[in-house]
């Protein structure tokens, strides 16, 4: 019901509804999280994604560990606390190295730092936990896993799964989410997966539209939509009401207004990106992405601003998320 046409006319109602909670459950704060996306290489060839394999034309990069550590350093000076290291499936980054990276970064700053690298084993997990990673952010795309099998040839959906329960069981702050629009993705689809994610009760999770990228297998199929994407968002705030809800970037990518129309339906965080500015372009998960050439300092102020323009305020904060809902 909630994602057929016949809702729409209640979708102003939900919105609202989500808003109010958010405000009483967490406060005007949209936190800021820093995104450093540190590799573009991926050993995957999921259908969607614009660094997987299938894109013969893109040019690679990978970030060194000084470089993500004087990305993280520069951030840092602007006030930033919470970074997302993020990258494709790149093993170039073994797990010693990764454990580095998170050695050296939490030993010189006092930050909140989430790890999207995907999939590893519980060993490795555990030790990238005691190495300082304070949260870790894994979508599980689709909770069906036929249409994860035709979408990722290379990964298995009951191994995605797995590790999102490892990742709680280590006590990861953990962060899940899927695409909205999916090819093969229904409305009963979609209340699997709002099913699915109520059952894990993640910290954090996102929720984007599906947008196809001309250098993949699905390039012709037909974007998401903003209403359901919203609409979806609204009703985790509903049943998940302390949870931390970003406005993705890719909401704001289909829509001049879509983050901010994700902030009106229940979402309390933004992803600015403090990645080196000539790497930006070359991280293309999906076409027309905003925001590319802006550096660290211009997306924190631009953001500080409009968000201020609706009666918010941003957060640099390490945002750790407090499920009990008798604490702030």
Same mark, same amino acid.
């Given at each position: ?36 996306? =540190?590799? %573009?290489? @991926? ?24 470089? *993500? =550590? ?14 997302? !290291? ?14 580095? *990276?998170?050695?050296?970064? #939490? ?17 490795? !997990? ?10 870790? +952010?894994?979508? *599980?795309? &689709? ?26 069981? !280590? ?22 997966? =709002? #099913? ?23 390039? %012709? ?6 209403? &359901?994407? +919203? ?8 049943? !998940? $009401?302390?949870?931390?809800? $970003?406005? &993705? ?11 901010? +129309? ?5 979402? %309390? ?6 990645? $080196? ?13 905003? @925001? ?9 102020? @631009? ?7 609706? %009666? ?17």
């Amino acid at each position: 019901m909630f994602f057929s046409p016949d809702f729409a006319p209640f979708r102003p109602q939900l919105f609202t509804a989500a808003d109010e909670l958010r405000k009483q459950s967490l406060g005007d704060d949209v936190y800021l999280r820093g995104l450093v996306e =540190f590799s %573009n290489y @991926c050993s995957c060839g999921c259908a969607y994604c614009g660094i997987s394999w299938h894109n013969k034309s893109i040019q690679r990069y990978r970030m060194s560990s000084e470089e *993500i =550590f004087e990305t993280v350093k520069y951030a840092f000076g602007l006030g930033f606390r919470s970074f997302v !290291l993020q990258s494709g499936e790149d093993k170039f980054y073994d797990e010693r190295t990764v454990v580095k *990276i998170l050695d050296k970064l #939490k030993n010189v700053f006092d930050c909140a730092i989430t790890l999207s690298i995907g999939e590893w084993s519980k060993e490795s !997990l555990r030790n990238f936990r005691c190495a300082g990673a304070d949260r870790y +952010l894994l979508r *599980i795309e &689709t909770s069906d896993p036929d249409l994860f099998s035709r979408l990722h040839p290379d990964s298995k959906w009951d191994d995605r799964h797995r590790c999102l329960q490892d990742i709680k069981e !280590l006590g990861f702050q953990t962060g899940s989410g899927i695409l909205i629009g999916l090819p093969g993705q229904g409305p009963e689809s979609l209340y699997q997966d =709002f #099913k699915y994610l109520l059952a894990l009760d993640p910290e954090m999770v996102g929720v984007g539209p599906f947008i196809p990228h001309p250098e993949t297998p699905l390039k %012709n199929e037909k974007c998401g939509d903003l209403d &359901t994407t +919203l609409t979806f968002l609204a009703l985790l705030r509903l049943f !998940l $009401p302390r949870s931390f809800l $970003p406005a &993705t970037t890719a909401m704001g990518s289909i829509h001049p207004e879509g983050r901010k +129309l994700a902030l009106l339906a229940g979402a %309390n965080v933004l992803m600015p990106n403090v990645s $080196p500015t000539e790497n930006r372009a070359m991280y293309e998960l999906y076409p027309g992405k905003i @925001c590319i050439t802006d550096d660290a300092l211009k997306c924190h102020k @631009c953001m500080e601003s409009w968000v201020s323009k609706m %009666n918010r305020r941003t957060n640099l904060g390490k945002g750790h998320i407090i499920k009990d809902s008798s604490k702030k």
